[in-house]
């Protein structure tokens, strides 16, 4: 980008009668363009962008559309009655953000979650991070044109839905974890059907790479764009697919394994090119580890054995606090709850990786051009109602 | 020249799947087939019974009015109200049932947890549209209709893709 | 109780019987009523032509319903009016009517690929009608125009890129002699007319007066400024070996072989540069959503919208056609129309009306039929990358069209200049047909 | 990265010694097993800076200091380049009518070390409810930026040095007070 302008407009002076040498200024070059929220590639989300010419030379976001005080909320409810409405920020992947809640609560009042609840929330968790990439997926697909690549992953994600629906009895907003495992059991037939859809769509990934990400002009448009080198990707504090993506294999069930996360066997993914190929890849890799984790999940779920603790109806622990974390579709999503005794929190603040990404969005958005816009934007794995809370 | 390659494949890969049998769901024809009659909630393991969480049945004949279901979905949705009804049940003294109003409802099946007397549970039926939304309420007699729901479509899958069927 | 809505309403055939009894009967009043009188005032001023040496009067114009022996030379004569070859066949009908199918089939095929049903119910059979849906839909929809637009200019745009579309139909033969305008500078004219495109682009965009229009225009500028350079020199290839510009010399002059066989480049960088002109995927740009909303189209609603759709699938019909006319041969194929139809030798008046004898010609039905089978596939190839590609960007975009286009057509030039001075093609050529 | 699958962290009896509103004489560290590199981080802290910090807690893979907010750019700074947590994961602020402050947290964890990729250094600062402002650690943890800003919308804590106290989340024309406070009811609760 240059900074110096040296183009100078004739233009006519009504008070002096003749023509004047007008010095273009920088601000009167710049076209200030609004991305959302009525953009069909913002979501419930704003950023005004200051083009010059074709490059973006200023990004401000204003997310808060949707926000509804989750937080605010959590204080006026009981632990149990804060998992539906807690879910409403990312409903496509539910399950994980009621995880790292669950857990939260878990240590506040000393629950132990029965083992064969453990490997069920697991396999509900890896359900949903897979529904939640497949959407994520093909949104992607449709922000680069590829209008192919967002019908498949919409197709592929019933199979999840379908499973998490036999499985929690709803197909997005399943209130499936709670303090002391989880609502029911699976049901007869679950994990034949579970690694039948697996092994499809195992098949089904290979099809992906070969329609898109081996695609020459997908390749053109996200290789190269973005570079989010390490030292900034670790300054932003940027996490999930896109830390991942910039050389830093960084995964919360890897670092700080919960429930049963330490007995499987499973390799963080991650790649070096730090570009928004490599974001948009890592979620691929992840959907591939998250088939091979569910193996493992179901081939060591306990028989029998109960799947949740028994609890009082309004349960409260010692006044203290916790602070949990799960590795979600979008990275790590932490919930720090203090509990002053009674049955409801007294603060729950939610931290999501969509909030923390938002950050590297001007820091890459910035120098980039306009047409890199849509790929750089939903290579940062941005879900702006859970940034919102 | 890597690109042709690419090109190549991906052309493969989609004229492929021009022979793949399709996906769709054609929905009102067709209807998906759930598993069970629906969430139940068994109060002496505590735990529930894997199923479709789709609208509420009332058991009259099991129903003490005792408020739990209402108590519970109070920080939730609020859709439970407790009215009264026109019935004499020795275990039902007050005489009030829950009366749920299904445009507030989140389907959260919270409720089910709470009955301690296997009376309210949740059925297959998902297909609650009304013209207004006094009509999306449902009374204590509506909710004790079982209802009809002839799901019967699963998803296949072999060799030439999944389907709907 | 709500009201539960999953009553099916049946099908009767008795009901669909009546309902069209009801539409025939509708239809004949109107015409008995209104259409017939009309036509009978305005014959009566029009001055008629001689058919069968008989000067035509109102009174036998309308007798040619019931009397076949009248019918067929009404029907020969209107065929081989100027008015007819303008607006229905090889006119704007026939392309617009190949737009349609293109439409449709394009939607029914990408459905096919990502694993859709795609329009399905309007119409019994596969969404066959839906076409007629989304057209009527689009007519009853209000026509927004923005406050500050130039609104003599945001109203002709869409009329004239249709006009423009359809000015390039007029110059391509789809048999002989079955050209509107059969000019010697045919191949030059449609590329004078393809030039306007950019300029209908960037017009509307600045008379819609808002920011995503604007940098959709100047994409689409650049775009197809880029590749109209391109576009031209892979067709001066096959000028030079046809020596000749009008269409329907270039199409004749590859009877035994087709140029495809000598200029393959020429052909892909055509094809290349036809997808950028239309504007298509991987090519669309100037409509890209997730950037610029809808482009240059964004501000568009109603039948403004519907005419620009309309104007780009004849377009794509069109250079399909130009493509087959280039360089696959036209109509060349091999004649499988039978010389009759129907059985030979002289036949009553009601065979003869319903065999199309007097009208009837085996060759320009075949050659007719070739093209279309040509321009067919052609536009099946040119929808197949909406499938399976995502949008380039820009700066590749224009990378492609100057640097490596303008490459490739040259070397396809010097291809041809070879075979012309190794006496292959060009006067007393080889391969020259005589 | 080593996989901590004996951080057992669901223990039960691990994490009964909690309390709300620590108070700052509570420096008693467990001397347990799998507390090894959490206690070393402890004393790293109070050699450093003795009274000016106090440890409100000890847990396994998490760690509270309470340090004053003069002191909280000296603290925040050893913290990223000695004990190399290297970003914010979140920073909460808490509203106390009782004891008339506000609780700001910053949950800071490492990605650059692997042995502290499990553990959260929660950095707890206090500032009053009225006029309530505290130093920003913008300049330190560019990845607090966000989080900042809304957490002096949502609490009106003043971040000096921040370069955008504005409005985040929030809407355009939000006259209230800020809605994390405890006094903010929400309609009809």
């Not at chain 1, 504090?237 to 007995?263: F, H, M, Q, W």
């Not at chain 1, 569910?294 to 054995?305: E, F, V, W």
């Not at chain 2, 949740?122 to 002839?150: C, G, N, R, W």
């Amino acid at each position: 980008m240059s900074t110096e302008f040296s183009n100078e407009t004739l233009k006519k002076d009504s008070s002096n009668s003749g023509l004047q040498i007008v010095k273009e200024s920088e601000e009167d070059r710049l076209m200030t363009l609004s991305v959302g929220p009525q953009h069909p590639g913002s979501g419930h989300f704003r950023f005004t962008v200051k083009v010059d010419g074709d490059y973006i030379v200023h990004c401000d976001p204003d997310p808060g559309y949707v926000h509804r005080g989750e937080e605010k909320m959590c204080e006026y409810r009981n632990f149990i009655q804060n998992i539906p409405h807690l879910e409403r920020p990312v409903i496509h992947d539910s399950n994980n953000i009621t995880y790292s809640y669950s857990l939260a609560v878990e240590e506040l009042t000393n629950i132990q979650v029965p083992r064969r609840g453990q490997f069920i929330r697991a396999i509900a968790s890896e359900l949903n991070r897979q529904v939640y990439t497949l959407y994520w997926l093909a949104i992607y697909g449709i922000f680069l044109g590829h209008s192919t690549m967002f019908m498949w992953p919409t197709g592929d994600r019933e199979l999840f839905i379908d499973l998490l629906e036999m499985l929690t009895g709803a197909r997005v907003t399943h209130a499936f974890n709670i303090p002391g495992g989880v609502r029911n059991d699976m049901p007869v037939g679950f994990s034949e059907k579970c690694l039948r859809n697996i092994s499809y769509f195992e098949k089904r990934l290979v099809e992906y790479e070969n329609i898109f990400y081996n695609n020459p002009l997908m390749r053109q448009r996200t290789e190269g764009v973005g570079l989010l080198t390490k030292e900034d990707a670790i300054k932003l504090g940027v996490t999930g697919s896109v830390l991942r993506a910039s050389n830093t294999p960084y995964d919360i069930r890897k670092a700080e394994p919960y429930d049963v996360y330490n007995e499987i066997d499973f390799k963080v993914q991650y790649m070096k090119s730090s570009d928004c190929f490599a974001r948009a890849y890592v979620p691929l890799l992840d959907m591939r580890e998250s088939c091979y984790i569910m193996r493992q999940l179901l081939d060591k779920i306990p028989q029998s054995g109960e799947v949740r603790a028994k609890l009082q109806p309004n349960p409260k622990g010692p006044a203290g606090e916790a602070y949990r974390r799960v590795e979600s579709g979008r990275g790590a999503l932490g919930y720090y709850i203090i509990s002053d005794g009674t049955p409801k929190p007294y603060r729950v603040k939610i931290s999501v990786g969509s909030f923390r990404n938002m950050l590297a969005l001007p820091h890459l958005l910035v120098g980039a051009k306009l047409a890199d816009m849509p790929s750089i934007y939903w290579a940062l794995n941005y879900w702006p109602v859970e940034a919102d809370r | 020249m890597t690109s042709a390659g690419g090109f190549i494949k991906a052309i493969e890969s989609g004229s492929k799947h021009l022979v793949i049998k399709r996906f769709t769901l054609r929905y009102p024809e067709k209807k998906l087939k759930f598993v069970g009659d629906g969430y139940q909630f068994d109060p002496k393991r505590g735990v529930g019974i894997a199923g479709y969480r789709g609208r509420h049945i009332l058991f009259h004949d099991k129903c003490t009015g005792c408020q739990l279901c209402a108590i519970a979905c109070e920080g939730i949705a609020e859709a439970i109200g407790m009215v009264k009804v026109d019935e004499k049940w020795k275990h039902n003294k007050k005489s009030i049932m829950p009366q749920i109003d299904f445009g507030k409802c989140v389907f959260c099946g919270l409720c089910v947890d709470a009955c301690p007397f296997y009376a309210l549970y949740m059925t297959d039926d998902y297909e609650l549209s009304a013209f207004t939304k006094e009509h999306l309420i449902y009374t204590p007699a509506q909710l004790a209709v079982k209802p009809k729901y002839d799901g019967s479509v699963e998803l296949k899958i072999d060799d030439r893709g999944a389907t709907h069927g | 109780m709500a009201s539960r809505g999953s009553r099916i309403v049946e099908f009767r055939f008795g009901n669909f019987v009546a309902s069209l009894i009801w539409l025939i009967l509708i239809v004949l009043i109107i015409v008995s009523l209104a259409a017939l009188p009309l036509i009978f005032i305005v014959l009566f001023y029009a001055p008629l032509p001689p058919i069968n040496g008989q000067v035509l009067t109102p009174y036998l114009f309308l007798s040619m319903m019931v009397d076949p022996t009248r019918t067929l030379p009404v029907l020969k004569f209107i065929m081989h009016t100027e008015l007819f070859r303008v607006a229905v066949f090889p006119g704007f009908s026939f392309a617009a009517i190949f737009a349609a199918v293109t439409i449709f089939v394009e939607r029914k095929f990408l459905a096919k690929m990502q694993l859709r049903v795609g329009p399905l119910y309007a119409g019994k059979i596969e969404g066959i009608l839906q076409l007629i849906a989304d057209g009527l839909k689009l007519i009853s929809k209000e026509i927004i125009i923005p406050s500050g637009a130039d609104k003599p200019i945001f109203w002709a745009a869409p009329i004239a890129f249709v006009a423009a579309s359809a000015a390039v139909i007029s110059l391509i033969p789809v048999a002989p002699g079955w050209v509107v305008s059969n000019t010697d500078v045919g191949l030059l004219a449609a590329f004078a007319i393809l030039g306007f495109f950019p300029l209908i682009a960037l017009l509307f965009s600045w008379a819609s007066n808002s920011k995503y229009p604007f940098i959709g225009g100047l994409r689409a500028l650049h775009q197809m400024i880029a590749f109209e350079i391109p576009f031209i020199l892979s067709a001066l290839s096959v000028v030079i070996l046809s020596g000749s510009l009008n269409l329907t010399h270039i199409a004749a002059a590859q009877s035994p072989y087709w140029y495809i066989f000598f200029l393959p480049i020429s052909a892909f960088v055509f094809f290349i540069s036809s997808l950028a002109e239309l504007e298509r995927i991987p090519f669309d740009l100037p409509e890209a959503e997730s950037e610029i909303v809808a482009g240059w189209l964004t501000e568009t609603s109603g039948m403004i919208y519907g005419l620009l759709q309309l104007g780009t699938y004849i377009k794509l019909y069109a250079l399909a056609a130009l493509f087959v006319t280039l360089f696959l041969g036209g109509w060349a194929g091999p004649q499988i129309f039978p010389q009759v139809l129907g059985p030979p030798g002289p036949q009553s008046p009601l065979i003869q009306l319903l065999t199309l004898r007097p009208i009837y010609n085996p060759i320009i039905v075949n050659d007719v039929f070739w093209f279309s089978i040509k321009t067919f596939g052609i536009i099946m190839l040119m929808l197949l990358p909406r499938g399976i590609n995502p949008r380039i960007r820009i700066d590749i975009l224009l990378h492609t069209g100057w640097y490596k286009l303008i490459v490739l057509s040259f070397i396809n030039m010097f291809i041809a200049l070879a075979l012309v001075y190794g006496g292959v093609f060009g006067p007393g050529g080889v391969l020259t047909p005589h | 990265m080593s996989n901590k699958g004996n951080h057992n962290v669901n223990d039960p009896k691990a994490n009964s010694s909690t309390k709300i509103e620590p108070s700052g004489a509570q420096i008693g560290i467990k001397q347990d097993d799998a507390l090894v590199l959490e206690n070393l981080i402890v004393n790293k802290l109070v050699s450093k800076f003795g009274d000016k910090i106090k440890i409100a807690y000890t847990k396994p893979l998490r760690i509270k200091v309470e340090v004053d907010r003069s002191d909280i750019i000296e603290v925040a700074s050893f913290i990223k380049e000695s004990l190399l947590f290297d970003h914010a994961e979140s920073v909460a602020g808490t509203d106390y009518p009782k004891g008339n402050y506000i609780e700001v947290v910053y949950h800071l964890g490492s990605y650059t070390v692997d042995e502290l990729g499990a553990h959260v250094l929660a950095l707890a600062t206090r500032t009053g409810r009225e006029d309530s402002s505290l130093p920003s650690l913008v300049n330190i943890y560019k990845s607090v930026e966000y989080h900042e800003r809304e957490t002096f919308e949502m609490l009106g804590v003043y971040f000096e040095g921040h370069p955008r106290n504005d409005r985040f989340l929030l809407p355009e024309d939000w006259a209230d007070i800020p809605p994390m406070r405890k006094e903010f009811r929400i309609k009809g609760r």
